[in-house]
């Protein structure tokens, strides 16, 4: 007959399940990966993050050896797709890619966010960074930022500056622009790259900021012109700098990395983040993406988490600074 009281059975009891499930978890990391991945972009597709998705699956889907299916879900400047991964099951079979929009301007533009950026996920690592191009509908026939200030400066109606959706980098600094030339310009947010860019074109909007992935096609097709850029990239050669222009503060990079939801396991974590700086490695992908004004960033879960960490005061610095809200 056992003489062990009553609670301290239940303890055993408690505490046998989860050595057990840790067993079984430990397994299934093992095993991992046996069915498709999918890969949420919480971002249209024909964006510059749904393009930096799609350079890396292929050789994704070699290294892992099972499919990794892209699962565009935009809406709320990209809040909705990362809120879901942010709650989906912890088991290695949905990640997302995340950006400095989703998970560090978006911690200042939405008071109410449905996840947080800094509890809620297990970063896997970087995939690359890249500079932000300030686009202008032809029709403004400016050669360079200075005069784009002077123009907004001089003209009676309000210019209009478009970006890829509320709380993004893109809407962010189109509002830091407007405070640094001082004068008001209208924000018409889009549900995504493509249409903004649709409306840059055909001049329903005539200013805007976005990364070079998506911009570069339309600016070399001379239906956009570029004046900027916040970093200089080999995609745009001969597009000057905001510094070297005179025009301070307007130095940001853009992020992208993968994460999976908050729990899933570090073994799981860790194949992936192989697999990711092995495909980051090889010299087609990586001359891929910088077709696309991306430079590949290999490097670690724990480099991703501190940025993310980092990145969020910084951008609330500015979103505070601006009077930027995405509500």
């Known amino acids: 007959m056992s003489t062990l009281s009553s609670p301290t059975r239940s303890l055993l009891r408690a505490t046998l399940a989860a050595v057990v499930a840790a067993c079984?978890?430990?397994a299934h990391a093992g095993s991992w990966p046996e069915k498709p991945i999918t890969m949420v972009v919480p971002f249209p597709a024909g964006g510059g993050t749904d393009l930096v998705a799609r350079s890396?699956?292929?050789?994704l889907q070699r290294e892992?050896?099972?499919?990794?299916?892209?699962?565009?879900?935009?809406?709320?400047g990209g809040t909705l797709g990362s809120s879901y991964v942010a709650r989906a099951v912890a088991d290695g079979y949905t990640a997302g890619v995340v950006t400095t929009s989703t998970h560090a301007v978006s911690v200042a533009l939405y008071p109410r966010l449905a996840y947080n950026p800094a509890k809620d996920f297990a970063y896997a690592g970087f995939i690359g960074t890249s500079?932000?191009?300030?686009?202008?509908?032809?029709?403004l026939r400016v050669p360079d930022a200075r005069t784009l200030v002077a123009?907004?400066?001089?003209?009676?109606?309000?210019?209009?500056?478009g970006s890829v959706g509320v709380g993004t980098v893109s809407h962010l600094m189109g509002e830091q622009f407007q405070k640094f030339i001082g004068e008001p310009m209208i924000h018409v947010p889009y549900r995504g790259a493509a249409p903004a860019y649709t409306d840059l074109i055909g001049g329903q909007v005539q200013i805007m900021f976005d990364n070079p992935a998506g911009l570069t096609p339309y600016i070399k097709a001379g239906k956009i012109a570029a004046i900027a850029v916040t970093a200089a990239t080999?995609?745009?050669?001969?597009?000057?700098t905001f510094a070297s222009q005179g025009v301070s503060g307007f130095e940001q990079q853009l992020w992208y990395g993968i994460a999976f939801p908050k729990g899933t396991p570090a073994a799981i974590v860790d194949r992936f983040n192989a697999a990711l700086n092995k495909v980051l490695a090889d010299k087609a992908v990586a001359d891929d993406l910088a077709g696309k004004g991306v430079t590949v960033r290999p490097g670690t879960p724990a480099a991703l988490r501190a940025a993310v960490q980092q990145d969020i005061p910084y951008?609330?610095?500015i979103a505070k600074s601006v009077g930027a809200t995405g509500e």
Do not use: C, E, M
Not at 131 to 139: C, F, R, S
Not at 234 to 240: G, I, N
């Open 24 to 26: 079984s978890v430990s």
């Open 64 to 76: 892992l050896g099972q499919p990794v299916v892209i699962d565009n879900r935009s809406g709320a």
């Open 315 to 317: 951008w609330g610095r």
């Open 234 to 240: 080999p995609l745009l050669p001969d597009v000057p």
């Open 151 to 161: 123009r907004v400066k001089s003209d009676r109606t309000p210019h209009t500056f």
């Open 56 to 59: 890396i699956q292929p050789l």
């Open 131 to 139: 500079p932000y191009v300030l686009a202008v509908n032809n029709a």
